[in-house]
């Protein structure tokens, strides 16, 4: 699981790193190794890999090149990006607790007060991540996590990882940071002072629709070491075709970024100035308040926005032709959402609004078509809206 010296730009690094050239052929992309067992050399002497839920081949390559490409040291890849945030309460003892954003994926806050409140007796808080004398409020003798999104999803709201990072510190706390929406690309929390790094793999890392993924970095062995013990006993491990498909999609990653964060750029430029549309969340915006800090610590401001529509929803839906309605974010294809039906829709409407996630807010998953083909899109969508 150890990465390779990274001595490369990043673009030349999602395309070399972790050494996944396959030693016995050549072969360029790594074999997809089906088999679960492996035959010991002689009895007592078991091999390198000996049982797939454990270890394999096609997986490590994935997990050598993401630790290598967020700047960690060791990858554990998992078969979903629930998996992976599951795997981190996994560290975590009976009537542990954990402070996270309010501005929260649906599917982590359903994970933390739906499941695990209940079978593992954790205890979570939900505050402000933008004023840090709330979270320090809100710490608790048995605090032992600070979860962060950033930017969140579908706020887009910047947190101060550094910041974050000094206050657990001080306190002996975990940080775990999903970086689905940034990737490696444009935010490495390790190089911040993350103890953990989560993706889900599904989205950006993957990239084209077509496989369910996690993965966590690390760069502490021993963290590893625990990490991966339990993702054993638990048996959340990918297939390894799953594994082979997201190494595939890292490598096109830096280039598809690009255009994800400039065609995101363009649309959320246009829909500002838009009839029937209120507020746009996008920290590429100068006058977005985490504006400034996402300069800091990311090197773009990604592919994901929200808006709220003033107008009729189904008819604006409805009438989208090169975007796709539809779960999920990062592909290639552009993706319009609902976050009070789709990824949000199991959090109570009162408290969707306490967060500030109102009934008529659209998420934009921005692909990499053409910029002026999705502007014309959300254009005669508009129209239909009126």
């Known amino acids: 699981m150890n990465a390779k010296t990274r001595t490369s730009s990043l673009a030349t690094r999602c395309i070399h790193a972790g050494d996944t050239v396959d030693t016995v052929t050549g072969a360029v992309m790594p074999p997809v190794y089906t088999s679960t067992t492996y035959r010991q050399a002689e009895f007592g002497e078991p091999q390198e890999f000996y049982y797939s839920r454990t270890r394999n081949p096609t997986r490590e390559a994935l997990e050598r090149c993401v630790a290598d490409l967020e700047s960690g040291d060791y990858g ?11 795997g981190v309460l996994d560290l975590l003892d009976t009537g542990a607790h954990v402070v996270a954003p309010q501005d929260l994926y649906g599917g982590t806050l359903r994970l933390f007060n739906g499941v695990r409140q209940r079978t593992s007796g954790l205890e979570f808080s939900l505050v402000d991540f933008a004023h840090l004398d709330h979270v320090a409020a809100a710490l608790r003798p048995s605090t032992r996590l600070l979860w962060v999104e950033t930017p969140t999803n579908p706020l887009l709201k910047v947190i101060d990882l550094q910041a974050v990072v000094a206050l657990a510190k001080e306190h002996n706390l975990l940080v775990g940071v999903d970086n689905t929406f940034a990737t490696p690309c444009l935010q490495r929390p390790l190089e911040l002072g993350a103890d953990i790094v989560m993706h889900s793999t599904t989205k950006y890392l993957g990239g084209h629709s077509d496989v369910i993924g996690g993965l966590n970095v690390v760069r502490d062995e021993a963290l590893a070491r625990e990490l991966v013990s339990l993702r054993s006993a638990v048996g959340s491990v990918p297939g390894p075709l799953d594994a082979y498909l997201v190494l595939r999609g890292v490598k096109t990653l830096a280039l598809r970024m690009e255009r ?28 977005h308040p985490g504006h400034e800090l996402a300069k800091r610590q990311m090197s773009g401001f990604g592919g994901m926005l929200a808006f709220e529509l003033h107008g009729e929803l189904p008819a604006f839906m409805n009438a989208l032709q090169v975007f796709t309605v539809a779960e999920s974010l990062g592909g290639v294809e552009s993706l319009a959402g609902h976050p009070a039906t789709m990824s949000h829709s199991n959090v109570p409407a009162d408290e969707r609004l306490a967060m500030g996630i109102p009934d008529n807010l659209v998420r934009l998953s921005a692909g990499i078509e053409a910029s002026d083909d999705l502007i014309g899109d959300l254009e005669q969508a508009l129209k239909a809206a009126v």
């Open 76 to 86: 554990i890849a998992y078969g979903a990006g629930m998996a992976a945030t599951a």
């Open 260 to 287: 994800h964060c400039s065609n995101a750029q363009a649309l959320a430029e246009w829909l500002r100035g838009q009839d029937g549309i209120g507020q746009v969340h996008f920290p590429g915006f100068a006058d």
